[in-house]
């Protein structure tokens, strides 16, 4: 299975960015899709997730901020990002439970100016 992730930039503090990671290859039953950051001397830390089912879980730190959906017919998991702020700045990756497997995605960076 490979992920790609797109929609990453530079934006300003309050602005918005829309990311998106598509599952591709050999996929048997796509479970949780989420979405991890890592900033510069940071552990990596889950920003989002949405089960199968379609229930959602956040960090406090983007609630009401943030928005995970999903694409079951593309494979697909997104991040709408409001309301940003310099302290989202970090490389985003996601992760997807494929069977008992995980797989991870490229990291794309997301930068919010001040």
């Known amino acids: 299975v490979q992920l790609q992730a797109s929609g990453g930039g530079l934006v300003q503090a309050g602005g918005s960015l829309r990311l998106s990671c598509a599952a591709s290859?050999?996929?048997?039953?796509?479970?949780?899709m989420g979405w991890y950051r890592q900033a510069p001397g940071k552990q990596r830390e889950l920003v989002a997730v949405?089960?199968?089912?379609?229930?959602?879980n956040y960090a406090d730190s983007v609630k009401g901020r943030f928005t995970i959906s999903r694409d079951n017919a593309k494979n697909t998991v997104y991040l709408l990002m409001n309301s940003l702020k310099p302290e989202d700045t970090a490389v985003y990756s996601c992760?997807?439970?494929?069977?008992?497997?995980?797989?991870w995605g490229k990291g794309t960076q997301v930068t919010v100016s001040s």
């Open positions: 992760n997807v439970a494929d069977g008992e497997t995980d797989y």
């Open positions: 290859g050999r996929i048997h039953s796509i479970n949780a």
């Open positions: 949405i089960t199968g089912g379609g229930s959602t």
